[in-house]
Nanobody
Framework: QVQLVESGGGLVQPGGSLRLSCTAS????????IGWFRQAQGKEREAVSC????????NYADSVNGRFTMSRDNAKSMVYLQMNDLKAEETAVYYC????????????????????WGKGTLVTVSS
């Protein structure tokens, strides 16, 4: 079982920035497809960003492209989601997920191949 733990959520004003962190094993970070998803209250879960560090493929939702960036720190076994220029409608619980036999497209576009999920971290964008 993949163990993922998110952190970094909180309250931020519209237009502000926040960096989410996801702790995972070094093996997961190296060999799995990693994704960030979010779910707002009363809405369906949606993909935010997915990355595979083996082939370098990346996917960002159109709504966040140019504002959000995924990165990793192997030494800390962390994956990050840097979120800039946040909007009120992006208030949601953000989840980290990983899949060992899936692709960026399958995970982010088809919602397939996730092996496990973290418990999520709440991001509230409000003035």
């Amino acid at each position: 079982q993949v163990q993922l733990v998110e952190s970094g959520g909180g309250l931020v004003q519209p237009g502000g920035s926040l960096r989410l962190s996801c702790t995972a094993s070094e093996y997961i970070l190296a060999y799995y497809t990693i994704g960030w998803f979010r779910q707002a209250q009363g809405k369906e879960r949606e993909a935010v960003s997915c990355v595979n560090y083996i082939d370098g493929s990346r996917n960002y939702a159109d709504s966040v492209n140019g504002r959000f960036t995924m990165s990793r720190d192997n030494a800390k076994s962390m994956v990050y989601l840097q979120m800039n220029d946040l909007k009120a409608e992006e208030t949601a619980v953000y989840y980290c997920t990983a899949g060992g036999l899936t692709t960026v497209q399958a995970m982010c576009e088809w919602d397939q191949g996730m092996d496990d999920w973290g418990k999520g971290t709440l991001v509230t964008v409000s003035s």
